[in-house]
T-cell receptor
Framework: SQQGEEDPQALSIQEGENATMNCSYK?????LQWYRQNSGRGLVHLIL?????REKHSGRLRVTLDTSKKSSSLLITASRAADTASYFC??????????FGQGTRLTINP | DVKVTQSSRYLVKRTGEKVFLECVQD?????MFWYRQDPGLGLRLIYF???????EKGDIPEGYSVSREKKERFSLILESASTNQTSMYLC??????????????FGPGTRLLVL
């Protein structure tokens, strides 16, 4: 079963705007990860946030985690055309297995 | 640079054929995974392996088997392909320890069409 659920399913914004994607999960976690998938390709790891962390930054990416609400958000600032992709959250299921959500499809319009 | 390769990007097979999907990683990772990805369903874990000759069922193992004879290679086998196995197949690997051990590294995927 899929634990992570992303919201929205699709997002279309203008280049330069910020994009925010949300992920909710059901059970307790050790960490939550975000991955990006360009069309028809494999997934690429973006960032990992641990259960004892509330916020993490990496370049133009900002991830927050609220364990009381069982939710996370991924913010991409100053979006570029190259950010067009699908974004997935993944929660650890223990034993190094990940459970992926269905993803948010992000389109950046020039 | 981390590298996971899959033997084919696109594959067309007929119902009933035996299909082999190969995955090779060059990072000396202990763990390897096979997922399938379908629209609206996200990624679902088929099988995984923690070590050579070890395998564990994932969430949807029915109709599949795997083989891991060498640490760097993890094969997914469709014993008798069916049309409902038409999908994108993704292989991934990860380390068991060290910095960033929780991260999975993915191959480019194999898009399989079963006719």
């Amino acid at each position: 079963s899929q634990q992570g659920e992303e919201d929205p399913q699709a997002l279309s914004i203008q280049e330069g705007e910020n994009a925010t994607m949300n992920c909710s999960y059901k059970t307790s976690i050790n960490n939550l990860q975000w991955y990006r998938q360009n069309s028809g390709r494999g997934l690429v790891h973006l960032i990992l946030i641990r259960s004892n962390e509330r916020e993490k930054h990496s370049g133009r990416l900002r991830v927050t985690l609220d364990t009381s609400k069982k939710s996370s958000s991924l913010l991409i600032t100053a979006s570029r055309a190259a950010d067009t992709a699908s974004y997935f959250c993944a929660t650890d299921k223990g034993a190094q297995k990940l459970v992926f959500g269905q993803g948010t499809r992000l389109t950046i319009n020039p | 640079d981390v590298k996971v390769t899959q033997s084919s990007r696109y594959l067309v097979k007929r119902t009933g054929e035996k299909v082999f999907l190969e995955c090779v990683q060059d990072m000396d990772h202990e763990n390897m995974f096979w997922y399938r990805q379908d629209p609206g369903l996200g990624l679902r874990l088929i099988y995984f392996s923690y070590d050579v000759k070890m395998k564990e069922k994932g969430d949807i193992p029915e109709g599949y088997s795997v083989s891991r004879e060498k640490k760097e290679r993890f094969s997914l086998i469709l014993e008798s392909a069916s049309t409902n196995q038409t999908s994108m197949y993704l292989c991934a690997s990860s380390s068991s320890s060290g910095a960033g051990w929780e991260t999975q590294y993915f191959g480019p995927g194999t898009r399989l069409l079963v006719l």
